[in-house]
């Protein structure tokens, strides 16, 4: 059972506690959940990497929070871009992109520009993709404000995903139709789990996502009356 989860079962034991090995990777994962939530996301380098896409100058915007610490405590302001002032206005671009840093830096240091390099490719001459737009300090829901400014048809939202003791680098997927604010969360449909090797592949995660930004279009909504009808894992 300990060969096919990550899981801490069935855990060895020195007479009435644990092994001493299993308490420092337990301190290790801990301190990584940790690190995943308080580190700051590195902005710059995540443009870099999303421009050697041919995704052209990412955008970068910053919620109502101040910092990290009133990030955790003020979900709220997590949600609202400070301005947008800053990124592109009615592009009547197909689709938005948005990286919020969420619950976990790490997941979005490391899995968002590939994930964006998977989408890039299953939309690549069917949908127009708008100029991505990194939010940091940011909810899910900041999408709605930022995809209403963008002009776009359907806006998506990488963002990390809280971690755990056993993956602290999983990211997430919502997409919204029509985005705007206001929006609620039964209006969005999500993908989650994203971190290969260990959790869904970009690319099964990009197909997924595709089915349900064309499913969305032929229904014109998304949320609770849209189903994936992908072969792919979603939520």
Do not use: W
Request: aromatic share 2%; net charge neutral; glycine share 10%.
């Amino acid at each position: 059972m300990r060969a096919v989860t990550p899981s801490r079962i069935g855990q060895p034991r020195v007479g009435e506690t644990v092994r001493i090995d299993e308490v420092l990777r337990f301190r290790a994962a801990h301190a990584a959940a940790r690190d995943a939530i308080h580190l700051p996301l590195d902005a710059d380098t995540l443009a870099e990497q999303i421009g050697a896409l041919g995704q052209g100058v990412a955008g970068v915007v910053e919620s109502r929070v101040t910092d990290r610490a009133e990030f955790l405590r003020r979900p709220d302001l997590g949600r609202e871009p400070r301005t947008v002032v800053d990124i592109p206005a009615d592009t009547g671009a197909d689709i938005g992109i948005v990286v919020a840093d969420g619950l976990s830096t790490t997941a979005v240091a490391a899995h968002a520009a590939p994930m964006i390099g998977a989408l890039k490719e299953v939309f690549d001459g069917r949908l127009v993709i708008a100029p991505v737009v990194i939010a940091r300090n940011a909810r899910i829901a900041i999408g709605d404000a930022i995809g209403d400014h963008l002009g776009v048809t359907t806006v998506l939202v990488l963002v990390g995903e809280r971690p755990g003791l056993s993956v602290d680098d999983s990211l997430g997927v919502y997409l919204t139709h029509r985005p705007r604010p206001g929006r609620r969360d039964s209006d969005r449909n999500c993908v989650s789990n994203i971190h290969p090797p260990g959790g869904l592949e970009y690319r099964a995660a990009a197909r997924t996502l595709a089915a349900l930004v064309d499913g969305a279009r032929t229904l014109g909504a998304s949320g609770v009356r849209l189903k994936d009808g992908s072969t792919s894992l979603s939520c």
